[in-house]
């Protein structure tokens, strides 16, 4: 099917990690409202599969539901298979899953470590690399690594955390210099605080240790952003859906950040 203006992403399979909720949600309606067809990968069954028949009732787009382990190479490696098999090569992977546990780097352990980089960084590696053979034999390609404003800056409690976006900010980088002249873009989207179940977490943790209220807890959170406000997971969602177009076709290796002024590298 041909794509059109009002959807420029017919015809393209999309992957979306952690797609059940959240940001990954809002990615794959705002993917889905411009026509392509989507995979949504996660844990949960029932998140999945509840987001799924929403997005495909709503935007009667073709809309499947993977479960997966993203931390686990095979687990990821045999949904996304599945996941070619029954809608087609992948145009289009979003690396979105993550976890951001929060303590004290004395307390911080190498279990946590672990659990920390195989999810929000070797998720991502894992992705890229089942998706990116189809990729570059189609000579076409969109990845869409989500990072956060904790990849290019220091924020303190969360060093696990950091480090991992850190360095999906760096395999971001180098992954675009090897696929540059191969019609193929890597970027990463770096979301300030955004109003979703991680952040909700956030403040009930902050509440719970100081006990301040919840709207003490979020100036406290939103306190470095100039609009003094949350990130909405549909602002991050139109900036994925912008590097997914035809429009963006020049931009690769780049860290958007969509955090109200609260960073300008």
Same mark, same amino acid.
């Given at each position: 099917?041909?794509?059109?203006?009002?959807?420029?992403?017919?015809?393209?399979?999309?992957?979306?990690?952690?797609?059940?909720?959240?940001?990954?949600?809002?990615?794959?309606?705002?993917?889905?409202?411009?026509?392509?067809?989507?995979?949504?990968?996660?844990?949960?069954?029932?998140?999945?599969?509840?987001?799924?028949?929403?997005?495909?009732?709503?935007?009667?787009?073709?809309?499947?539901?993977? &479960?997966?382990?993203?931390?686990?190479?095979?687990?990821?490696?045999?949904?996304?298979?599945?996941?070619?098999?029954?809608?087609?090569?992948?145009?289009?992977?979003?690396?979105?899953?993550?976890?951001?546990?929060?303590?004290?780097?004395?307390?911080?352990?190498?279990?946590?470590?672990?659990?920390?980089?195989?999810?929000?960084?070797?998720?991502?590696?894992?992705?890229?690399?089942?998706?990116?053979?189809?990729?570059?034999?189609?000579?076409?390609?969109?990845? &869409?690594?989500?990072?956060?404003?904790?990849?290019?800056?220091?924020?303190?409690?969360?060093?696990?955390?950091?480090?991992?976006?850190?360095?999906?900010?760096?395999?971001? =980088?180098?992954?675009?210099?090897?696929?540059?002249?191969?019609?193929?873009?890597?970027?990463?989207?770096?979301?300030?605080?955004?109003?979703?179940?991680? &952040?909700?977490?956030?403040?009930?943790?902050?509440?719970?240790?100081?006990?301040?209220?919840?709207?003490?807890?979020?100036?406290?959170?939103?306190?470095?952003?100039?609009?003094? =406000?949350?990130?909405?997971?549909?602002?991050?969602?139109?900036?994925?859906?912008?590097?997914?177009?035809?429009?963006?076709?020049?931009?690769?290796?780049?860290?958007?950040?969509?955090?109200?002024?609260?960073?300008?590298?």
């Amino acid at each position: 099917m041909a794509a059109s203006n009002q959807q420029p992403l017919a015809g393209r399979h999309a992957v979306v990690t952690g797609g059940g909720r959240g940001i990954g949600a809002a990615i794959a309606t705002s993917l889905a409202a411009r026509g392509a067809t989507l995979s949504l990968l996660g844990r949960t069954a029932a998140t999945l599969e509840a987001t799924a028949r929403r997005i495909a009732d709503e935007h009667r787009t073709t809309v499947g539901a993977e &479960v997966a382990d993203i931390g686990d190479e095979a687990s990821l490696s045999t949904a996304i298979a599945r996941c070619v098999a029954e809608r087609g090569p992948v145009a289009i992977l979003v690396n979105n899953a993550g976890i951001a546990p929060s303590a004290p780097f004395l307390k911080s352990d190498a279990k946590l470590w672990r659990e920390v980089l195989d999810v929000d960084l070797m998720g991502a590696v894992h992705a890229a690399r089942a998706v990116l053979p189809g990729m570059l034999g189609a000579g076409s390609g969109r990845i &869409v690594n989500i990072a956060s404003t904790a990849g290019l800056t220091g924020m303190a409690y969360v060093t696990a955390y950091c480090a991992a976006k850190h360095a999906l900010v760096g395999f971001t =980088r180098a992954l675009a210099m090897e696929t540059a002249r191969k019609g193929i873009t890597v970027n990463a989207v770096c979301p300030g605080y955004t109003e979703t179940d991680i &952040v909700g977490d956030a403040l009930a943790n902050i509440t719970g240790k100081t006990g301040r209220s919840r709207d003490e807890a979020l100036k406290s959170l939103v306190a470095h952003n100039p609009q003094a =406000r949350l990130i909405q997971p549909e602002e991050v969602a139109e900036t994925v859906a912008w590097l997914c177009s035809d429009a963006a076709a020049s931009v690769t290796g780049q860290s958007i950040v969509v955090a109200g002024g609260e960073l300008m590298p």
